[in-house]
């Protein structure tokens, strides 16, 4: 089997996807971040900072969860809930930004930047940037500050300036962009916080490094409740960043599968959807060599998902590499199937997910049942769904 | 010797500077074009530097953005781009003409079937600003064996030792981004570039031009002085865009940046 633990290469591939597209003006930045990160990742200090903020202010590690009335519904696979949706900011990307900021910090840089979707990458590099008394700017599509009002309000409330992108599409990827633009504009200050698995080497890395916490975690918990490692993985992938988190510590387990699970949008037929692992082809997006949607003349598309968190028309390139390794499965679920999957879990178990994790419960919803009663799934339950209420509610005709 | 080689080879003899103009390729309307590409030569512009349009050109500033989102409009894609650029060559076979755009669209294509296309359509060099030499190997390679310039840029962060690698590769001219920043940013500082260019010269003989930032035929001038030749972009895009008198206006700004370097 490959060993996995030694990718990226010193150029950050995965095989042939990552690397670093990048004009440049953002080389000697990049350089200067990955000799800041090598030294730093193995220095007692930084590691110790980290993992105190994490059990502290992050409130880890996050409870793993056997969701039992919900197994038995099921009728197959008992499957456990890693609750990433009780983290402090309510979501997965918080781990993140806590060790971006820390980066920052000992970078030197007093101005962070990010880009948003959903808005839950923003709110969690608004929190950090409020708790160092750094300035903090955040990008996001004018279409997501449309439908995520109370996220922009939250990051406003923490003293970041939110910036709508009216260029593109005007969502996510453009929001990237231009947080791009204001790097190569900014770069003697300004330290910009990426949200996922993707972009330039070594952000796949340090994002993957930071997050891969929920693995390592699931990992002891579930040798501690069940005795044993789990059967199957399963988590929703945008970018990628809470399904490499997860994965990760388990990819060289030969005995545990995995699955990721895209956005469908209206259907991979419909040509509406966020799944370029599922229909995409291999391309360069962002810096980065992976997985992407685009026409025939290499124009990036528009991407449909009813969760802003997943709509990105390209994906981490280490997930573009275990894809083409046969190590994790990709697949799609729909909209209406991770509505359901949401208002499944919010009933049987009274936990509210992310619409974004709701791709990954309506997989498990699917194959569950299909397993024997003494496997074990375990599902990253990625975000809280308080902040997809109005969402459900315009779907419902509802006026909150 | 290649066109371009042999064109700013005059230039320097002469003791004149190289104009470089860059529109997109379909800005504001295909019509417009081809046209304006001879416009441009008749009116003092050395080299053409074609924009090809993309869906998230990441380094642009805001006017340049918009060229690219007026072109996606008409569907403008890399091999429109070249169809322009022969129709150009009908009757131009000896004004330099490159291609500036990103990566992906030419992944599509694929280097190998690309550099068929280009080198038929007439191009003489390439500006992939997304593709550094780290990532760019079997497609320098690729240019080499087609005799296509391989245009490299270089920064205000570049190191000198990163600077001396990208010398070696490239071929043409070397294209020095005078700021920090996208294209068509604020100011430039004079005395700045001049001392980078002048350590970048010590190890190379390649033509340097220097680009965005540059809005008139003043700072055309002084930037002129301390590098072989200048490009101008967005100033150009700016005003092609305006409406009935957006050709005019354009056509005069070149005027004014010609006589600003002569």
Known sequence: MTDFTVFPDANGHFG???????????????????????????????????????????????????????????????????????????????????????????????????????????????????????????????????????????????????????????????????AMRDWVSNVDNTFYIIGTVAGPHPYPQLVRDFQAVIGREAKQQCLEQAGRLPDLLVACVGGGSNAIGLFHPFLTDESVEMVGVEAGGDGIASGRHAAPLNAGKPGVLHGNRTYLMEDENGQIIETHSVSAGLDYPGVGPEHSWLKDLGRVDYTAVNDDEALAAFRELTLVEGIMPALESSHALAYVQKVAPTMSQDKIIVVNLSGRGDKDILTLAEIDNIRV | MSRIKNHLSELTTAGRKALIAYIVAGDPNPAVTVPFMHTLVEKGVDLI????????????????????????????????????????????????????????????????????????????????????????????????????????????????????????????????????????????????VQAKIDAIKAFTDIPLCVGF????????????????????????????SQGDTGLMKATSLVEELRAGLD
């Open chain 1, 16 to 178: 042939p996807y990552g690397g670093r597209f990048v004009s440049e003006t953002l080389f000697a930045a990049l350089d200067e971040l990955s000799s800041n990160y090598q030294r730093l990742k193995s220095e007692a200090g930084f590691q110790a900072e980290f993992d105190d903020d994490l059990a502290h202010y992050v409130g880890r590690p996050s409870p793993l969860y056997h969701a039992k009335r919900w197994s038995e519904k099921l009728g197959g696979a008992q499957v456990f809930l890693k609750r990433e949706d009780l983290n402090h900011t309510g979501a997965h990307k918080v781990n993140n930004t806590i060790g971006q900021a820390l980066l920052a910090k000992y970078s030197g840089k007093n101005r962070i930047i990010a880009e948003t979707g959903a808005g839950q990458h923003g709110v969690a590099s608004a929190t950090v940037a409020a708790r160092m008394g750094l300035e903090c700017c955040v990008y996001m599509g004018a279409t997501d500050v449309a439908r995520q009002s109370l996220n922009v309000y939250r990051m406003k409330l923490l003293g970041a300036e939110v910036v709508p992108v009216t260029s593109g599409s005007q969502t996510l990827k453009d929001a990237m962009n231009e």
């Open chain 2, 49 to 192: 530097e074609l924009g090809v349009p993309f869906s998230d050109p990441m380094a642009e500033g805001p006017t340049i953005q918009r060229a690219h989102e007026r072109a996606l409009q008409h569907k403008i894609s890399l091999r429109d781009t070249l169809a322009m650029l022969r129709e150009f060559r009908q009757s131009n076979s000896t004004t330099p003409v490159i291609i500036m755009g990103y990566a992906n669209p030419i992944e599509v294509i694929g280097y190998d079937a690309f550099c068929q296309e280009a080198v038929a359509a007439g191009l003489d060099g390439v500006l992939v600003v997304d593709l550094p030499p780290e990532e760019s190997a079997d497609f320098d390679a690729l240019l080499e064996q087609y005799e296509l310039d391989r245009i490299c840029l270089l920064s205000p962060t570049t190191t000198a030792e990163r600077a001396k690698a990208i010398a070696e590769r490239a071929s043409g001219f070397l294209y020095y981004v005078s700021l920090k920043g996208v294209t068509g940013a604020a100011t430039i500082n004079i005395e700045e």
């Open chain 2, 213 to 240: 930032g540059i809005k008139d035929g003043d700072s055309a001038r002084r930037l002129a002085r301390v590098a072989d030749g200048v490009v101008v972009g967005s100033a150009i895009v700016d005003l092609l």
